[in-house]
């Protein structure tokens, strides 16, 4: 949980910086609204991936059960005819 800590607390210093040296507009405002608008839609993917079954994203298990479930066969390798390696 220290890379979306560290990366907020860096994103408001340079919100602040950025408003607090530049003329208070529309221009201006609205670019820092959209800016805030597209850091939060790129910061919640990332915390979305620390809880894999839970959340908006979700990951589906079958390929992690079909992976262990070759894992648990005889491999056998085309160029080596007699040969097989059990896992």
């Known amino acids: 949980m220290l890379l979306p800590v560290m ?5 408001i210093a340079l919100f602040i910086s ?4 530049a003329p208070p507009d529309l221009t201006v405002l ?21 809880h894999p079954y839970g959340r908006l994203i979700q990951f589906s298990d079958a390929r992690f059960d079909a992976a262990l479930a070759q894992l648990g066969q005889q491999v056998q390798f085309p160029w080596k005819e007699n040969w097989a390696l059990k896992i």
Do not use: K, N, R
Not at 18 to 21: C, E
């Open 18 to 21: 950025l408003g607090l040296f």
């Open 30 to 50: 609205s670019s820092l609204l959209m800016s805030a608008l597209a850091v939060c839609s790129a910061i919640f993917p990332i915390l979305d991936t620390y």
């Open 7 to 11: 990366l907020v607390s860096w994103l």
